[in-house]
């Protein structure tokens, strides 16, 4: 059961309902985490342009989702986890590509090095080596992929931590947070 509810669409205040609806046009849907940030509509509209910016950075849908993979194993977010690999398959990942990404990996050279310096950045509270750096650019990531990265990882970091916390309902096929091996 959640711990912070979800926001009620039919009794949100206006503003809120208008904003979700544009969720609901865009998506299909309106998520559940959605539905509680927007007990605080300042946060729900900050969440959403800085999703909206991030779209149109140097990573592909299918390397955000990648990052996005990453952080929710990390910081043990079942509800990240289980939206996000469903996202990240239609954004082109296989399976073995999201399981490799949940545990900071990747299936090519490029791929790795986005996961790691995501899963790194997680583990490490942003205190990445020079070693760490200098093997995303061995791998061929550019400084805008860098900042980008760091940035993808503290927006979902903030998705993560918002639903550890609200014990968010997940309204996504569920992903066993137990890694096979």
Do not use: W
């Not at 800085?50 to 977010?77: T, W």
């Not at 090519?108 to 080596?129: C, K, T, W």
């Amino acid at each position: 059961m959640p711990r912070i509810a979800p926001v009620d669409l039919a009794t949100a205040e206006t503003g809120v309902q208008a904003t979700l609806a544009g969720v609901q046009a865009k998506i299909g849907m309106v998520p559940n985490l959605f539905k509680t940030f927007a007990r605080s509509p300042s946060v729900l509209n900050a969440f959403l342009a800085f999703s909206d910016s991030l779209a149109g950075g140097s990573l592909s849908a299918r390397q955000g989702e990648i990052v996005a993979l990453a952080v929710a194993q990390a910081n043990g977010c079942e509800y990240c986890l289980s939206a996000h690999s469903l996202i990240g398959k239609g954004a082109g990942l296989s399976a073995d590509a999201i399981a490799a990404a949940r545990k900071g990996k990747g299936i090519d050279s490029v791929d790795h090095a986005i996961a790691s310096l995501a899963r790194a950045l997680v583990e490490n509270r942003g205190q990445v080596s020079d070693a760490q750096l200098a093997e995303a650019r061995l791998a061929g990531l550019d400084d805008a992929q860098i900042v980008d990265i760091v940035a993808a990882v503290a927006l979902n970091t903030m998705t993560n931590f918002m639903n550890n916390v609200a014990h968010t309902t997940v309204d996504f096929p569920k992903v066993d947070m137990v890694l096979a091996a």
